[in-house]
């Protein structure tokens, strides 16, 4: 692949817009970034669990903090990394929109995951799986049941950024053709999927094709494409803040202590090359006596040293990714010394953080919730004539009208609009439906 032809500004939906020039305005990679930013769903994430539930008292990452810092070190990522490319490209004159290009992907890169957390992805799986959504497996093709039987946020977020909604405008954000690329962490469809990971559903199939043509980005002989390189920073980025952050919330909560953490951060420097660097360190602990600051100190020492090391590792086998056969990512690519600490760091997260009952018990929740919110809706919008599902789909917002009366198309109206919905607003409707609580009865 060629960094001429995967760096484009031009937007989906607008293809014949001519864009304008750069010293008359923002250049279109900014633009990217204020359009998700200023956007209904970007903001709905304030209130998507991002791993704990959201506590009234103590502050914890949602899904709206968690994105906007991996924006940050995904724009630290791609800056770093434009700097070094200019200087093997200068004819590329989009080479230095890198760093704006990976933010903008980064903020993007959970806009398509449902309420709370990643047990929403399962949650609405099992009801096509397990509960009333499997008789229709029958009506629908193979691609279109794997679309809901192994929902991912990931083809959910690209759909959310490029379909046409009702009322919507053609292309949907009608965001740059290599910012799209830079989202799409798995770059095929659910039937090519060997787990449940894929990049798009087959309604937004079309839409990847056009992009992946475009850029030029190679296809497989499977049928999968190669990665659009940025993928791999904003996955770094991903990867770095929620291994790294998901601690620092473990300690506000009281779930993991003090000398855990810190031993679980230092753990990511060589004791024996960098030890100017952990004395360091140890006397800026000494002079910075509140825990929390010490910990966030930290936690921003590792981040640095992560961001260059991968970094470091793109540079090192950017042939492999332009050639779409560099396989894992970076941060699987780290020295000994780090990547046994990230080793740690998931091992302890899992047993201890990932598995706390308070993020097990919204999971639980999770799955009562959304299942019932499904159950409702799509039969309501499978029998549209009877007398409770008119009133049930009064309640389900004209953008989400289906496209056409297909069973897929109606179906995937409704998980669109579930998929969108905060935590509080599913909790809030289920109550109602269920009549355990009414408007203005206490």
Known sequence: MDWNQLLSAKRL???EHQPLAAHEDRTQFQRDYDRIIFSSPFRRMQNKTQVFPLPEHVFVHNRLTHSLEVASVGRSLGSILAERLVKKYPENQLIHEIGSIVSTACLAHDLGNPPFGHSGEAAISNFFLKGNGKKFEQELSPGEWRDFTHFDGNANA?????????????????????????IVK????????TKSKFGF???????YLKIAETLSIHRNEDGSFCRHPLVYLVEAADDICYQIMDLEDAFKLGILNYDTIKDLFLGFYDS???KAQLDRIEN??????????QISYLRAGVIGKLIYECIRIFEENEREILAGTFKKSLIDRLPAVQHAAVKRVQKISVAEVYNHRTVVEIEIAGYKIIGTLLDEFVEAIMTPEEKYSKKILSLLPGQYKPADESTYSKIQSVVDFVAGMTDVFALDLYRKIKGISLPGVV
């Open 284 to 293: 800026t602990l000494l002079k910075v006596t509140d825990r929390n600051e």
């Open 186 to 193: 798995y770059p095929f469809e659910s039937t090519a999927a």
């Open 158 to 182: 690209f759909r959310t950024l490029t379909h046409q909604f009702n009322g919507k405008r053609n292309g949907g954000f009608a965001l740059t053709y290599s910012t799209l690329a830079s």
């Open 272 to 274: 024996e090359t960098e």
């Open 13 to 15: 939906g607008m293809e």
């Open 201 to 207: 559903f087959q309604s937004d199939k079309e839409n």
